[in-house]
């Protein structure tokens, strides 16, 4: 409960507007006779906590009580029972806060913690006035509690109260910090903020000499004299560059309430006011950093010689007055600021985008497209406004994260002829769940959990199996070289294997016809700029706080786009990870509102921003493209192409279905969905396709060590936890995993060499046209891993049967037919690593 009391004070003496005398008004038409404010206070107050208190509540009391109870003796005095819209009379009761509390049992924390004298809390008093009281139980969960210096932490006339519990004790059940969402310093919408932290950015890589070494580099590659120790004169450039964003970042920052709109002029009023509560804490002598006086004053605009001085105690209080008038002032035209700096914003934004319209007679042309900006601008907040208030209706949780997991409980048995299963499978799990918040313990049971299913693919042949260790790590051993020109394999390797499997090897035997025979990695300054133009600004990325905003900002400097480029570039084709990109957070999701289970949790992983699209800019884009032009891909997959749509899918499959149906046409289908399907990818058959595609062996290199080095951290609600985990030689994991760009086009590398490896012996989707001239068939449809796989019955009716006998042949002959085509699809499937969910 917070608590404030009047201070002395009496009719005659009260201002108008004081608390006192609008209380007193108030109670002078409700209570009959004299009327004391602060005695009515007590008594009201002490009466409504003890309707708490009997019920066996727990209390804690944060008071400005504006009365010292080291002079007063309380005294026992009960009050009627409260009711509500009643106010208490007794004439017994001293109205004194000393009664309230001994008659309340209430333990002041702060003279039970600490025998000293205890000064006063009050800037302009002597007396201690402000109190936190607690009832008796959770006096013994207060772990430590202390008084702050005046003005610690806030600019308030009253000191800082700091009381420490014991979570556990005071609610039963441990209490762990919900970490805020880190907010961005550097927000692309107002060029300025843009080019403030550009020139600070540029300002650090210029003292480090960070272009001239990247571009040395850079020359060192191209010249092929590229040696062990360059990779570290690599990381060394990129610790400095992240901790040189990281420094502009912080200094463009907006740190501001939302009380007030914000503005740049609001913003200097406030650093005004700070100026100068600091520089009166240092004349009274309190210890201030002299740097901290210095960047409040640079933020305030102060002039140096003006305000140095003014050295006077009473000026500087004077000096104080002022800047707290003027800052009352722009608060209360808060929306008129905000709207000036909005038009201020509008011209900014107009000219970056048409640098000539600052030249002499484009004023009303320039007057105009500043105006229609600025309507645009209002219109966005407009927008954004609205977005947040839906938002914080329609999701409650929205941003809280993972706060708790519900995990098998194996300590409950089960009742006799009941099984509940193997806990260590907790999608089959039927037995009851225990919930745990802790976050280390929630973290143990999540990395165990992510470690094995990111190794569900070991036991197929190209992870686990002995082709897979055959292949080399990279795909570059021996056998994968003779497994990609298309030569037979010792029996010690193919002897064991499924039919379907060898299909795979004979598949990765033959080589493709490309359209493009030489590729080269190569990213320019313009390439990085065309990059980064369609990443959205919002995307969440990067554990090293290098966000989006940061790599957007670069391609508005030619020096620094051609920076980027460089170190996104020498990787690839040197054939390194840098130790940043190794670096992965696993975000977990709750699939269903509510649903905590473990085996209900969805993972996605967030890359460094650079690294990941510098996989899509090299692989994901550049290899997709250059399949797309060679027809390489199969036309039953409509996912992760570019002018595919997933709703054509549905239409073939409708028009499918039709075309049966007037046909009479004895069709079936299976539905596939592929079951943690990036997370399932074989690697190495990833890497011998890209080989296929003719990619570097650097390059192949450089992403292979990034995925089998990356440290995975966990993030919950409670921020990122100390546990970590990481692929190593007696688990190791496999696939892309869900948020990476490369992550669909790698799984249409499998899909592609799939569809090669398909027995085109078997039964599929046939249909014949009305003259019966031709036919069109097609094994099925898919979208990503969803598949849509069909067969129609090839009998032909027997004219001595009937129609019910006929009609079970065809079904008998679609059932035949559609088991052997799952099966082959499913197998095929399994040896890429995946696993599959089949409904008939």
């Known amino acids: 409960v917070n608590g404030y009391r009047v201070c002395n004070s009496s009719e005659s003496a009260a201002g108008e507007t004081t608390a006192w005398k609008q209380q007193f008004n108030i109670l002078r038409k409700r209570i009959p006779g004299k009327v004391d404010p602060r005695i009515q206070f007590i008594l009201d107050f002490q009466s409504w906590l003890m309707s708490f208190i009997v019920q066996g509540v727990e209390v804690i009391l944060y008071l400005d009580g504006n009365e010292d109870t080291k002079t007063r003796i309380g005294k026992w005095c009960e009050l009627p029972e409260y009711v509500e819209g009643q106010h208490v009379i007794n004439s017994e009761h001293d109205g004194s806060l000393a009664s309230l509390v001994t008659t309340c049992g209430l333990l002041d924390v702060i003279k039970e913690q600490h025998s000293a004298e205890i000064p006063a809390t009050y800037t ?31 600019e308030g006339d009253h000191r800082p109260l700091l009381i420490d519990f014991d979570a556990e004790k005071l609610f039963g059940d441990p209490s762990y910090e919900v970490q805020k969402q880190k907010t961005r310093g550097l927000k692309l919408q107002d060029p300025r903020i843009v080019n403030k932290y550009l020139e600070v950015l540029n300002k650090q890589l210029v003292y480090h000499k960070i272009f001239d070494k990247a571009e040395s580099l850079n020359d060192v590659s191209e010249e092929n004299e590229w040696v062990e120790a360059n990779i570290g004169q690599y990381e060394k450039i990129d610790k400095i560059l992240t901790e040189s964003v990281r420094h502009a970042d912080r200094a463009v920052a907006k740190r501001y309430s939302d009380t007030y709109e914000w503005s740049p002029e609001l913003l200097r009023t406030v650093s005004a006011v700070r100026y100068w509560v600091l520089r009166l804490k240092q004349k009274k002598g309190f210890k201030v950093d002299n740097v901290t006086i210095q960047q409040q004053r640079e933020k305030a605009k102060l002039p140096n010689k003006q305000s140095d001085a003014i050295q006077n105690h009473l000026d500087i209080v004077e000096s104080l007055r002022d800047a707290r008038k003027e800052l009352r002032a722009n608060q209360k035209r808060h929306v008129e600021l905000r709207r000036t700096y909005l038009e201020e914003l509008a011209e900014a934004t107009v000219l970056l985008r048409r640098p000539w319209l600052e030249e002499d007679g484009n004023e009303n042309q320039k007057q105009e497209q500043a105006e229609k900006q600025l309507k645009e601008l209002i219109k966005r907040e407009e927008v954004r406004r609205m977005h947040r208030r839906i938002g914080n209706l329609l ?32 999608k089959k799990w039927k037995g009851p769940w225990r919930r745990i918040k802790e976050p280390d313990e929630m973290a143990k049971y999540i990395a165990k959990m992510n470690i094995k299913n990111y190794n569900q693919a070991h036991s197929t042949p190209f992870c686990g199996g002995i082709l897979g260790e055959a292949m080399g790590k990279y795909a570059e051993s021996p056998i994968a070289d003779k497994i990609l020109k298309g030569e037979q394999l010792s029996e010690y390797l193919t002897d064991q294997l499924m039919e379907e499997t060898k299909r795979i090897l004979a598949a990765l035997g033959v080589k493709p016809t490309l359209a493009q025979q030489e590729l080269k990695m190569r990213i320019t300054a313009d390439g990085y700029c065309k990059l980064y133009k369609k990443v959205d600004e919002a995307t969440s990325s990067s554990p090293s706080e290098r966000h989006v905003g940061t790599y957007k900002a670069a391609t508005r400097s030619p020096a620094l786009a051609q920076l980027y480029a460089y ?31 473990i085996s209900r949790l969805r993972i996605i992983q967030l890359y460094e921003s650079d690294a990941n699209q510098s996989m899509r800019f090299f692989f994901a884009r550049q290899m997709g493209f250059l399949l797309e032009d060679s027809d390489l891909l199969p036309d039953i997959q409509f996912g992760s192409r570019p002018g595919r749509m997933s709703i054509s899918t549905v239409l073939q499959k409708v028009l499918t279905y039709d075309i049966a149906r007037q046909t009479k046409t004895v069709i079936g289908c299976i539905e596939n969905d592929a079951v943690s399907c990036y997370d399932r990818i074989s690697n190495i058959l990833g890497y011998a396709q890209l080989r296929r595609l003719g990619v570097p062996a650097n390059a192949i290199k450089s992403l292979a060590d990034t995925w089998t080095n990356m440290v995975h951290i966990i993030q919950t609600a409670y921020g990122r936890t100390s546990s970590t985990y990481k692929s190593t030689k007696k688990v190791p994991l496999y696939g892309a995993g869900q948020g990476s760009t490369i992550g669909p086009f790698f799984w249409l590398l499998m899909f592609w060499l799939m569809a090669e ?4 012996t078997k039964r599929v989707i046939v249909f014949l046209c009305a003259w019966a001239t031709w036919t069109a068939s097609r094994t099925g449809d898919a979208f990503v891993d969803d598949s849509h796989l069909g067969v129609t019955s090839e009998y032909e009716d027997d004219p001595c049967l009937s129609m019910e006998e006929n009609t079970r042949l065809h079904e008998l002959q679609v059932l035949s037919d559609l088991t052997k085509l799952a099966q082959h699809y499913e197998r095929l499937l399994w040896t890429t690593g995946g696993g599959g969910g089949l409904n008939l």
């Not at 990787?571 to 992965?584: A, I, N, T």
């Not at 490896?757 to 085109?760: N, T």
């Open 124 to 154: 302009r008093g002597k007396k201690r006035l402000d109190y936190v009281f607690v009832t008796e139980k959770v006096m013994d969960s207060v772990q430590r509690s202390c008084m702050l210096p005046f003005h610690t932490m806030f």
């Open 395 to 426: 999701r409650e949780d929205l941003g809280k994260g993972l706060t708790q997991l519900d995990i098998p409980d194996e300590s409950v048995a089960p009742p006799e002829g009941v099984d509940f299963g193997d806990p260590r499978e907790v």
């Open 567 to 597: 170190l996104l570039l020498l990787p690839y084709v040197e054939g390194f990870s840098p130790e940043r990109w190794q670096v992965v957070l696993d975000v977990m999701l709750p699939k269903e509102k509510n649903n905590w289970k």
């Open 757 to 760: 490896a398909l027995d085109a």
